[in-house]
């Protein structure tokens, strides 16, 4: 008998997770393939970790091979998915060919993207800190930034250059200001023509404190706590317009500055827009069960679905949530073709946790808060044990340890050829900084 054909578009915390539970039930009836655009899976909790050279880069990630050995992988970009056909065409290698994957069962997993709300020149200016690719760029930025301040010419320069603005007061947010001031003042010392008082590291939040899902406790600890540190905490203001040197505040403050972090906001994934499948504010709407009703064999979880947690409500995009989510889908996907009951998916976030910076952090678990440093030791305990795979956990472990003993690392993250010998000699600055490696051939 034919094997069921079960394909999970994405390799994050839904997908993965999916295909975790695939790989422990050995099911000889299911052929499993998961299509993710990157082939490693990345912990995104501590992203700001990478920004701040608090942790190398690659021990946030795992390589989707080593997570998974029955289940097979397809590196490439999901560009459609053929509902009447039950097919999904991906595109992959160099060329970008495509090939198309058909399926008996399609899990979506794509997660969700930033979300500018249409701001002029936002899109073009901010960084975004939802990648790998972020984290390297914000650290190569701040260090880029640091560099340039420091030499004589750029006196004029330094108020833009050295002031550092985040928008959005989430845990993303919070956690990557807390980590950018950190970083910034230690790396201070290095540079004999900066002095602290020259840092700006500001806050931007729609609300009146930050982290508002812990609760107002320790969302105003939160904010008390930043600004004990210096930071400047802008609440019940958002970014208004993004100018040629800085940004202008609803509240009609203008900030000169050259960096602006944006984590204010996610929006569903746009290839979701193509499949004409039931949504609710443009994620797929499913059932408990996590399948979309009246399309057998079509499954959606994490950011870009709208599951029902059985209380009028939704659950919440979270990774604590889709890691779950995975779980449960697996088993649902098994049952529905053998004719069993499928299981609702149920359950109660068990804790928020958030670091702040310097070994403080808020968190609350089961209904009680802790803050300062009990709170951050959970928090990095808690993130430990779940980092999937042992060689991971102890490479993130370690860097934790030589932390205590050494200062943070800031060299920046270069992936640019080193300048080849042509004709007549060139240097780096004629490649530029940004050339990639199509481009460097193509120098005379
Ligand atoms: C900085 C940051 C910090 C966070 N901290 C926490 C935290 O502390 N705790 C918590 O619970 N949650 C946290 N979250 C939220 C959490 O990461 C998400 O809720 C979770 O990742 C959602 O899982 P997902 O599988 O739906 O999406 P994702 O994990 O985003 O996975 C989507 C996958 O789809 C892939 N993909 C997208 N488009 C395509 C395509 N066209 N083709 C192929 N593949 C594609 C992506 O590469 C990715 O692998 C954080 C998020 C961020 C950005």
New binding site residues.
């Given amino acids: 008998m034919r094997k069921n054909r079960v394909v999970i578009?994405?390799?994050?915390?839904?997908?993965?997770y999916t295909a975790l539970e695939f790989e422990k039930r050995r099911d000889p009836d299911f052929e499993v393939t998961l299509?993710?655009?990157?082939n490693f899976?990345?912990f995104?909790?501590l992203?700001?970790e990478v920004a701040a050279s608090d942790l190398d880069l690659t021990h946030i990630i795992n390589p989707i091979r080593k997570l998974l050995r029955r289940v097979q992988f397809f590196e490439?970009?999901?560009?459609s998915v053929d509902i009447a056909k039950r097919q999904v065409v991906?595109s992959h290698g160099s060329d970008l060919h495509r090939h198309s994957l058909e399926y008996d069962d399609i899990v979506f997993?794509?997660?969700?993207v930033t979300n500018f709300y249409n701001i002029p020149n936002l899109a073009e200016t901010a960084v975004t800190?939802?990648s790998l690719g972020d984290a390297i760029g914000l650290r190569n930025r701040l260090i880029e930034h640091l560099e340039e301040a420091d030499t004589e010419c750029a006196a004029n320069d330094r108020m833009s250059l050295l002031t550092f603005v985040v928008a959005g007061g989430g845990?993303?947010g919070v956690?990557?200001i807390g980590s950018i001031s950190d970083f910034v003042k230690e790396a201070l010392r290095y540079y004999p023509n900066l002095r602290p008082e020259m840092i700006r590291v500001v806050l931007v939040h729609p609300g009146e404190f930050v982290l508002p899902e812990l609760g107002e406790e320790l969302g105003r600890y939160a904010s008390r706590k930043l600004a004990e540190r210096g930071i400047e905490v802008r609440s019940n203001t958002k970014i208004k317009a993004v100018t040629s040197d800085g940004v202008e505040l609803t509240d009609g403050a203008h900030i000169t500055t050259r960096t602006l972090v944006w984590?204010a906001g996610i929006a569903p994934?746009p290839?979701l827009k193509k499949v004409p499948l039931p949504k609710e504010h443009q994620r797929l709407k499913v059932n408990g069960a996590m399948g979309v009703e009246g399309y057998p064999g079509i499954w959606a979880?994490?950011?870009?679905a709208m599951i029902p947690d059985g209380h009028g409500r939704y659950q919440p995009?979270?990774?604590?949530?889709?890691s779950r989510e995975g779980r449960v889908l697996a088993h649902n996907i098994v049952a529905n073709r053998r004719g069993e009951d499928l299981i609702p998916f149920r359950f109660n976030t068990l804790g928020?946790?958030?670091s702040i910076g310097r070994r403080t952090g808020v968190a609350r678990i089961l209904g009680f808060n802790f803050s300062g440093f009990v709170a951050w030791w959970l928090w990095r305990t808690i993130?430990l044990l779940k980092l999937p795979r042992v060689e991971k956990k102890v490479r993130v472990a370690l860097d934790w340890t030589l932390d205590m003993f050494f200062t943070k690392d800031f060299v920046q993250y270069l992936h640019q050829r080193s300048a080849p010998f042509v004709n007549t000699p060139i240097t780096r600055s004629d490649i530029g900084p940004n050339r990639d490696t199509d481009r460097l051939t193509m120098v005379h």
């Fill in positions: 578009v994405g390799g994050g915390f839904g997908g993965i299509i993710s655009q990157d899976f990345l995104t909790p992203l700001h490439g970009e999901v560009q991906v997993a794509l997660g969700s800190m939802k845990f993303a956690e990557t984590t994934h290839l979880l994490g950011d870009c995009a979270t990774a604590q949530h889709a928020l946790l958030a993130y």
